[in-house]
């Protein structure tokens, strides 16, 4: 296709999903499902428009998810109101470690006993399936905020964590099958890979985010400077935070998120005898750059403009990347028993990883099996395949891990996108109806006995 014709596409399905984002939220479609479609449709089984081999552009397209993922990540710590030596964060973080852990190991044994794979190829299976995906649970009707829904604020905690934390295991499975250096006893991939990669990727990134967003704060409400430009403010955080992480060998992933949860929790120090700004009155409020450089408000308008530039980026990649992986779909023919191992995961594996996680809490029921079922596979089990591709395995082993991904991230897009819209809200409405008649109780105490 040449230039013209790529823009009149990509610029009438932009237009269209603004037109028809109304009515897809009233159907059972989510706008994921949609572009997997029209990616199979332009991708080589159909008109063959997009060509996306990841055996061929295996660098290229790694950039893209990797991009894709971080932007994500910092939308979503953006998202989470909730500071992370809140208690609220156990539940989300037992999930990203005990469920994840728990879903490597029966993936990996798994892939022996069903599919015939070596150790390492089937750890790193186990792997690169294990995490569950931030750029596709945003589609979840569930807002996440200050004070969250706890399924809510679950499922998005468990999705940001647990790209990161993948990480070591994926470096095992490559070690296991020669790829990557383990160290003797595995020393290196426990203290490097492992121990370090999760606490310097979460220490870089929640001290760089909280220091630029003070130093803005403070530079905008006391000298008037560093003013606009939210959006590069926004973009930088992420580069710094990911490159440096990089750089000292830490988690690039759950450095970008903590910076987004750490900007999010940068507060203004109002000047002394100072009070906010009134209500506006008329319809065009106060001006950007007044509520910018207010002691009382600064802090609030930087991250509401960071957040809504991010948010939009955010849908602009997920675009993007499942149109890929639709398209890519053409480079993954059906294997056998791959139909049951998607079952498996999905409908097996995901519910009893999560029963093993959430032993002791104080989940509900439904709420177990609400968290259970929502184990959503995407860009980031993507990711980790073509970062697995970029290691030159073995033909026989790249064919399975190409075959079983996406066809399990296809199947779950597909899936968990047809049934997001109902099972949540009838989760929804039958947690307020719930909380509704809880209110009189904890309002006017229990009932007196009758006399």
């Known amino acids: 296709m040449s230039l013209a014709s790529w823009s009149l596409f990509v610029g009438a399905l932009l237009v269209t999903m603004v037109l028809a984002g109304t009515l897809l939220g009233r159907l059972p479609l989510t706008g994921a499902m949609v572009y997997l479609g029209l990616g199979a449709l332009l991708g080589p089984a159909a008109l063959d428009v997009l060509r996306p081999d990841p055996y061929r552009y295996t660098e290229e397209l790694q950039l893209l998810t990797e991009v894709g993922l971080l932007i994500s990540l910092f939308a979503v710590g953006l998202r989470l109101g909730v500071p992370l030596r809140d208690p609220r964060w156990w539940l989300p973080m037992r999930l990203a470690l005990v469920s994840m852990t728990a879903m490597v190991a ?8 069903l599919l015939q ?32 829904e706890r399924l809510g604020f679950c499922l998005a905690g468990e999705g940001a964590l647990n790209d990161g934390a993948a990480f070591p295991f994926v470096m095992l499975g490559l070690g296991l099958l020669g790829a990557h250096e383990l160290g003797p006893g595995g020393s290196m991939w426990w203290g490097l890979d492992l121990i370090w990669a999760t606490v310097g990727g979460v220490a870089i990134g929640g001290l760089l985010g909280s220091a630029t967003g003070q130093l803005v704060v403070f530079l905008r409400s006391r000298h008037g400077e560093a003013v606009g430009l939210d959006v590069f403010l926004g973009l930088g955080l992420v580069g710094m935070s990911y ?40 319809s065009q409020g106060h001006t950007y750059a007044t509520l910018a450089t207010h002691s009382h408000h600064a802090s609030a308008t930087m991250r509401d403009s960071v957040q809504g530039f ?33 079952a498996l995961m999905l409908l097996v594996l995901r519910p009893i990883s999560v029963a093993v ?14 968290v259970g079922w929502f184990g959503i596979r995407g860009i980031g089990s993507v990711f980790y395949l073509l970062l697995a591709l970029h290691q030159g395995l073995g033909t026989p082993v790249t064919d399975v891990l190409v075959t079983l991904t996406l066809w399990t991230v296809a199947a779950s897009i597909v899936a968990h996108g047809v049934t997001a819209q109902p099972l949540m809200q009838r989760y929804l409405a039958t947690h307020k109806q719930r909380r509704n008649k809880a209110r009189p109780t904890l309002l006017h105490g229990p009932k007196k006995p009758p006399h």
């Open 310 to 342: 991010n948010e939009q980026f955010e849908k602009l990649a997920e675009l993007t990347l499942v149109l890929l992986v639709g398209a890519m779909m053409a480079y993954a023919p059906a294997l056998p028993g791959t139909v049951l191992f998607v």
């Open 106 to 113: 029966m993936v990996a044994a798994l892939g022996v006993w």
């Open 357 to 370: 996680a959430t032993v002791g809490s104080s989940l509900s029921l439904s709420q177990r099996a609400m």
């Open 117 to 148: 794979l070596p150790l390492g190829a089937a750890v790193l299976l186990g792997a690169i399936l294990a995490p569950t995906d931030p750029v596709l649970a945003a589609d979840l009707p569930v807002d996440a905020g200050s004070d969250p």
């Open 243 to 282: 490159g440096i992480a990089q750089l000292c060998l830490a988690s690039g992933f759950l450095a970008v998120f903590a910076a987004g949860l750490a900007l999010q929790r940068v507060r203004d120090v109002p000047r002394p005898h100072s009070r906010p700004l009134p209500a506006a009155h008329d």
